[in-house]
């Protein structure tokens, strides 16, 4: 008995926790006939259910008094008392202007938020529930400025966080305050902010109100808070009614809270409006937004705007310092290709260089020293960043160190005095005259042989600046890499005659192009003079003909290399074949949209192009002189079926570029022209024969005094990738299922081959240069680093490229004796 009584029990106890006692019910009146009535106000009266032991409030209806609604059911009596008291009050206005009978689904919203919310107003309720008509009613209407004891909201806040207009007109015109706050000191901007509908935004703010910039408790006005929350269509409604741009919250201004939580829509909508926020300062650490950035296209965006990338903060750091230290590569790579400086020293003197050897971040490492940071810089403790990296290091960047230190040899190591606090010049020049080392084996080095590579790193991985240095200091360095004198710049008028002319080849390979900057970069800084003024004829296919426009036309090496990791993100977008407006667009920017090839004479330059209006292609040379005579009997020549050629001093500079950089499957033809690399990616050959071609041409016009020998070729290739296996090129008709797979991608395979070949720039098309050189007693240089991995044309991938370009600062460390040879040449 005593396990059914318990069963019993469960049962009741389950039943009761599945019903719901606050369910509206429609109930018969007649049922509540023979119960006793404890009490009733109005329409709502409190019964006595003797028969189900409960205490029910009910709702009579007028227009159906045949019909109730049985608002709750209760088996407790004074807790039945004070709702039916909370239902009596609160429930009388909504019934009384009510143009139609409330209904079941209306009483229940209604019954619901009389309990959850016992401290709103019947004002707050018609906007929860968004009963617009019962603000007709005097006591809702005497209740629109209420306050919710719990968070001290009005039906205002509501209505703007709920986003329901029409209550929010009806309240305004109830006269319903705007400058009323709540418990956390926000005002109706701040709730609408937080709802979904940015025309409460521009309703409120048709007039002028103190609450728009209103700070709540946390200091956040309520642009602040839609930067927070990344609310751009709040933001842009917010800044419609002019807020203001310039209130301090605890981050700093609204933009500093956008670049916090990373919103960029939210950063771009207040900089269209102001501009000047770009330069706005926070009060904690008088930090530029752009500091704050997180992510690339944040940094991006400012920079666009006119940020200014070397700035400084209370602490002396730039926004690269930061990106160093909080690990943000893509935001460092942004700020590197825009000009931040490597070598600023920050907070206790660190550079970016020291912070990225204290994070043991190996790319950053590679990027910073790529963009030329420098490893010997002390800080304000007088450690340098590759004392940094063999002190902390434990992982990636010990390895470097150890496998650039192989790459060196160890035989010519020779490690300081251990008793010296810091390395003496001495100790780098001696490393680089390789006077022998007292250590025989790799495996033997120690941590002071990590503290001498550490401080030697710069000389390894970067060429000195001879620009930079006073007039003795760059003679003597000349004098101690080749045993020449510094020739002095040519003369801005008319350089001095000279019987010998210098020939510099670059070749085709989309981005990797950067491969070729960095090698100019390094003969620049070996010979101390720009590379405009130390040859006298350029060739160049593809991107190596944009980078000899580029010089000829006096740009910068160290802008170039920026600019083309800027481009890439600009052109390479979506799927081949790219659109060819960015290129075209960013090429018209950078040369001008209507400078003409013979608008700059010296040095003389030579682009590769394709004619592919006929059978066979055709190369041409867009050139800055005039045609030689052999070329203009047969290049430009006319004929009923090819239209003539623009002779160069019509031709355009950027399409020149343009016409060159035309790859096929990666940008369409312009006109008639297709890549150079097609027919000359390795321009050497081409252009000798040019110049041999001008020189003819000057004889032939009795002007043998201004025939100039060629005497040096330099030939820069944009890098070698590694030799991969290749399984099979057969191709053959297949008999089955399994042999079409083989076709297929011996097809494929064959198909990559023959492009190779014909585009190839190293292997036969250097041998043939080199020995047409030797040939004619020229001296040749080739220079084209070995790649670890393959860059493709349209890498866009940072980490990718940085690592192309430290393959290329090892190859120049590793041919430096190739390097003084060629400057002894070019001094010569």
């Not at 305004?172 to 025309?199: K, M, S, W």
């Not at 000195?464 to 000349?478: L, N, Q, S």
């Not at 130390?534 to 580029?550: E, H, N, Q, Y």
Request: overall charge neutral; hydrophobic content about 35%.
């Amino acid at each position: 008995m005593q396990f059914f009584g318990r069963l019993v029990n469960t049962i009741n106890s389950v039943t009761q926790l599945f019903s719901n006692p606050y369910r509206v019910k429609e109930v018969p009146a007649a049922e509540y006939a023979a119960h006793t009535c404890l009490q009733q106000e109005g329409r709502v009266a409190l019964y006595k259910n003797s028969l189900a032991r409960s205490w029910d409030c009910v709702l009579v209806n007028p227009q159906s008094p045949q019909v109730a609604f049985r608002l709750f059911q209760l088996d407790n009596e004074a807790e039945a008392l004070v709702h039916f008291e909370q239902y009596a009050r609160q429930l009388r206005p909504f019934y009384e202007s009510s143009q139609q009978p409330l209904s079941l689904e209306d009483l229940q919203q209604l019954s619901d938020c009389f309990r959850n919310h016992p401290s709103w107003s019947p004002a707050h309720v018609a906007v929860e529930i968004g009963r617009r008509e019962n603000f007709r009613h005097n006591h809702v209407v005497s209740c629109v400025n209420s306050t919710d004891s719990e968070d001290g909201c009005t039906p205002l806040h509501l209505a703007c966080r709920k986003g329901d207009m029409e209550c929010l007109l009806e309240l305004l015109e109830c006269h319903a305050r705007v400058d009323i706050t709540d418990r956390n000191g926000e005002t109706v901007f701040h709730y609408a902010v937080r709802g979904n509908n940015p025309q409460i935004i521009e309703l409120l703010g048709r007039s002028p109100t103190a609450g728009l910039d209103h700070l709540n408790h946390e200091g956040l006005t309520a642009l602040h808070l839609a930067c927070q929350l990344g609310k751009e269509d709040m933001v842009r409604s917010l800044l419609k009614c002019h807020a203001s741009c310039s209130t301090v919250g605890p981050l700093g201004y609204p933009i500093h809270t956008a670049m916090k939580f990373s919103q960029k829509g939210c950063a771009q909508a207040i900089l269209e409006v102001d501009a000047s926020q770009v330069h706005s300062k926070d009060l904690r650490y008088d930090a530029i937004p752009l500091h704050w950035a997180k992510k690339a296209e944040m940094t991006r965006l400012l920079l666009e705007y006119g940020s200014q990338v070397n700035l400084t903060s209370r602490t002396a750091d730039m926004a690269l310092h930061i990106a160093v230290k909080r690990g943000r590569f893509d935001c460092a790579m942004v700020l590197l290709t825009h000009g931040a400086n490597t070598n600023a020293r920050g907070q206790d003197g660190n550079t970016p260089l020291h912070l990225a050897m204290k994070h043991d971040h190996l790319d950053m490492i590679k990027a910073i020293v790529v963009f030329g940071g420098d490893v010997e810089i002390p800080n304000d403790f007088g450690e340098t960043p590759g004392l940094l990296a063999a002190r902390s290091s434990k992982g990636a960047n010990r390895k470097v160190l150890l496998d650039l230190l192989q790459t060196v040899g160890t035989e010519r190591c020779h490690p300081p005095n251990p008793d010296s606090p810091s390395l003496a010049p001495s100790a780098t020049s001696s490393f680089l005259e390789g006077q022998p080392s007292s250590r025989s084996t790799f495996n033997s080095l120690e941590y002071k042989d990590l503290l001498y590579v550490s401080a030697t790193l710069g000389q390894l991985l970067k060429a000195p600046d001879v620009v930079d240095m006073p007039g003795e200091g760059r003679r003597k360095f000349c004098q101690k890499l080749a045993p020449v004198p510094v020739c002095s710049p040519r003369a801005a008028v008319e350089p001095e005659f000279s019987s010998h002319d210098c020939l510099l080849c670059l070749d085709g390979g989309g981005i990797r192009g950067l491969v070729l900057i960095q090698l100019l970069l390094a003969i620049e800084k070996a010979a101390g003079r720009p590379i405009r003024e130390i040859f006298d004829w350029i060739a160049g296919t593809s991107t190596g003909g944009i980078l000899a426009l580029a010089i000829v036309h006096g740009k910068s090496m160290d802008y170039m290399r920026c600019l083309y990791f800027r481009m890439k993100d600009m052109v390479f977008r979506g799927s081949r074949p790219y659109e060819s407006e960015p290129l075209d667009e960013f090429l018209k920017k950078e040369f001008g949209e209507n400078t003409k090839m013979t608008d700059v004479q010296k040095p003389k330059v030579m682009v590769t192009g394709t004619l592919c209006d006929r059978q066979p292609a055709e190369l041409h040379l867009f050139r800055n002189y005039p045609v030689p005579e052999t070329k203009t009997s047969t290049e430009y020549k006319t004929s009923a079926s090819f239209k003539p050629l623009t002779q160069p001093e019509d031709q355009l500079v950027w399409r020149a570029a343009r016409c060159s950089g035309a790859a096929p499957t990666y940008f369409r033809p312009i006109g008639r022209f297709l890549d150079g690399g097609l027919l000359a990616n390795n321009p050497t050959l081409d252009a000798m024969a040019e110049i041999h071609e001008y020189n003819k041409t000057l004889i032939k016009k009795g002007q043998r005094q201004k025939v100039r020998k060629l005497g040096l070729v330099v030939s820069l290739g944009t890098g070698k990738p590694p030799q991969v296996p290749v399984s099979s090129v057969d191709v053959f008709r297949p008999s089955n299922p399994w042999e079409l797979a083989k076709t297929v991608f011996g097809a494929r395979e064959l198909g990559k081959m023959v492009v190779d070949c014909c585009t190839d720039a190293d292997g036969p098309a250097v041998d043939r240069a080199r020995a047409w050189c030797e040939m004619t007693d020229i001296p040749y240089f080739r220079l084209s680093p070995q790649l670890h991995t393959e860059v493709m044309l349209d890498e866009v991938n940072d980490t990718v490229l940085v690592n192309a370009l430290w393959d290329t600062q090892l190859y120049i460390y590793q041919h430096r004796e190739q390097f003084q040879q060629l400057v002894q040449h070019l001094c010569q």
